[in-house]
């Protein structure tokens, strides 16, 4: 498999890169932008700019993937909110420009994208519920999905949901809690360690969802280009959870004091005014039916992520 990736060195990417590497042995190619990734030795990458249509064109002609996954993101909702034409070319125009090009290649394109497409009112939406977004990053995920669907020739879209786990090339990034329920685990879990107190928020945010752990999702990506899967997917585990429950497990499989844990207000810093979908739970059952992949619960994603922190190592639920 040669995988071309944009946004390779960061979160999800960072995970997407190493599954591909690691399990599936692939050829891979990550596109860059304002950091180097640090220790995959493997990786291919040069510098392209996402909304620059020559160099997406000029950098996929070169590698000549059959599949890409595009995973990079303007990830700054107060500059979004400044500068729409920004936040338009950042998350659709690139994704036009990537799937023109894999047409051209004829690769496969996997779009990531995002439980915030959904309203937030529905409990388990599927693969085929219609999306009501809420806020400008759901409408345009929304948008950036419509154009994969209706015009790659090879196209998938794969929906991850409050994404925790390890950042493969930015370890020591501190990953703290946000409006969304991504980076709750390891931000729980960095806190208690140190026997600090951790205000777990309550309010008009995200308060439910189906988490993600970075390297299942990647996984579950690996197995839609393998199985060459056309269509909507949800990467994600199988069970629904709130923020205190979240928090309350994750102190319980690292064998910290639950006991610090406190309810508070959310910090709006960079989200003020922005409307949030508070339950963005997903049903991936079709999915895993499609994948022939067994959805994990949250103890078992928690299990697992504990023993990457341990060991350094990746280690998915299949190996
Ligand atoms: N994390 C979650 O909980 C979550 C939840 C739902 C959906 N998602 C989706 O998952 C995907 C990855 O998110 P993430 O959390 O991994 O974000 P992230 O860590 O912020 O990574 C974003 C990546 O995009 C790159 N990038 C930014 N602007 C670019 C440009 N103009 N051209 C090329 N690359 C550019 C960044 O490179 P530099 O750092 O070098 O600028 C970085 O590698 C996104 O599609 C996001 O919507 C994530």
Redesign the pocket.
């Known amino acids: 498999m040669r995988l071309y990736v944009?946004?390779?060195?960061?979160?999800?990417?960072s995970n997407i890169v190493k599954v591909a590497l690691e399990r599936y042995n692939a050829a891979v190619f990550s596109?860059?932008?304002?950091?180097l990734p640090e220790g995959a030795p493997d990786l291919e990458y040069a510098p392209?700019?996402?909304?620059d249509p020559q160099q997406v064109l000029n950098s996929v002609r070169t590698f000549q993937p059959n599949a890409i996954i595009h995973?990079?993101?303007?990830?700054n909702f107060e500059l979004m909110y400044q500068d729409r034409k920004l936040a338009w070319q950042?998350y659709v125009d690139s994704t036009r420009f990537l799937v023109r090009a894999a047409n051209e290649v004829g690769a496969k394109i996997i779009l990531?994208?995002?439980?915030?497409v959904f309203d937030g009112t529905q409990v388990d939406a599927d693969e085929f519920t219609p999306p009501n977004p809420i806020n400008l990053y759901g409408v345009l995920?929304l948008v950036a999905e419509t154009v994969v669907t209706e015009t790659a020739e090879n196209g998938a879209v794969a929906r991850?949901?409050?994404?925790n786990g390890v950042h493969w090339f930015q370890p020591n990034s501190p990953l703290t809690q946000n409006v969304?329920l991504?980076?709750m685990i390891p931000a729980v879990v960095n806190a208690l360690q140190r026997g600090q107190r951790f205000s777990v928020w309550e309010g008009d945010i995200n308060m439910h969802a189906t988490p993600g752990l970075a390297s299942e999702c990647a996984e579950m990506m690996l197995r839609i280009i393998q199985r060459d899967c056309r269509g909507i997917f949800h990467c994600c585990c199988g069970q629904r959870v709130g923020r205190m429950e979240l928090a309350k497990a994750a102190a319980k499989i690292f064998g910290l004091d639950a006991g610090l844990l406190q309810t508070g207000p959310p910090d709006w810093s960079g989200m003020v005014g922005v409307p949030v979908p508070c339950d963005t739970s997903m049903s991936a059952r079709y999915t895993a039916e499609q994948l022939d992949y067994t959805l994990p619960d949250i103890n078992r994603i928690l299990q697992i992520y504990h023993r990457q922190l341990e060991t350094g190592r990746l280690e998915t639920q299949t190996g």
Do not use: E, P, Q
């Not at 392209?48 to 909304?51: D, G, Y």
């Not at 991850?160 to 994404?163: P, R």
């Open positions: 944009t946004g390779g060195n960061g979160f999800v990417g596109t860059v932008h304002s950091r392209v700019n996402m909304v995973a990079a993101i303007l990830n950042a990531v994208s995002s439980d915030w995920k991850v949901s409050a994404v969304g991504g980076n």
